[in-house]
Each structure stands twice: as C-alpha cells, then as structure tokens.
C-alpha cells in the first residue's frame, strides 16, 4: 500500500519555480519531523528541507534561501516551494519522514534547464 505520495514536479527553465505536494499516511506524518530528499543517479540520496511537528524549518546548505517548506498538520501533507531553480536542482524528489522513516514512495522528477 502506497504509504506517500509526491506530485509537482516537472520541466522548467533555470530561475523558474516549482511547488512539490506530498501527502502521506497519518501514521508518517504525525509528531514527524518530515522532510523532502532528492536523489540523482549515481549519487546517495541527500536531504534538502525539513520541517518539524511544530513547523520549525531547516535547509540544505545548497538551497541558499530559495526554497520554502511548510505542513498541513490537519491534512497530512507537506509542500516545498522552490524558487530560482538552478539546473543543479534536477533530480527526482522524494518525500519522507526524518525521525521515522517509512518506505520510499516513488518521487516526482524536476529537471530544470540551462
């Protein structure tokens, strides 16, 4: 059973935007330090943002201020907003939790062009 979902993702310009939804199930979410990842082939999968039960944030060095982070505690979902995306970013990104981690759901791709 699909445990999270992530959607949002796609083909944009370098210094476009995106906005990345994942809703998981209650048991994920709830007093869950949730987070978003991003993993590009070859390479581990890294932690970009994360955002805590009482929405206290925190971001990879490599965001530089260009990505926000928030959570519907009422809803079971998480949404990353990214702004001047760079072709750096293009990766496939997923949503998990950061404390409890629950099996991987398939991801949502963002490929950003030069």
């Known amino acids: 059973q699909v445990q999270i979902v992530e959607s949002g993702g796609g083909l944009v310009p370098a210094g476009g935007s995106l906005t990345l939804t994942c809703k998981a199930f209650r048991s994920i979410h709830m007093y869950n330090t949730m987070g978003w990842y991003r993993q590009v082939p070859g390479k581990q999968r890294e932690l970009v943002a994360s955002?805590?039960?009482?929405?206290?944030?925190h971001f990879a060095d490599f965001v530089e201020g260009r990505f926000s982070i928030s959570r519907d505690n009422s809803k079971y979902t998480v949404v990353m907003q990214m702004d001047r995306l760079k072709p750096d970013d293009t990766a496939v990104y997923y949503c998990n939790g950061v404390d409890r981690v629950a099996d991987w759901g398939q991801g949502t791709q963002v490929t950003v062009s030069p």
């Open positions: 955002i805590t039960t009482y929405s206290n944030t």
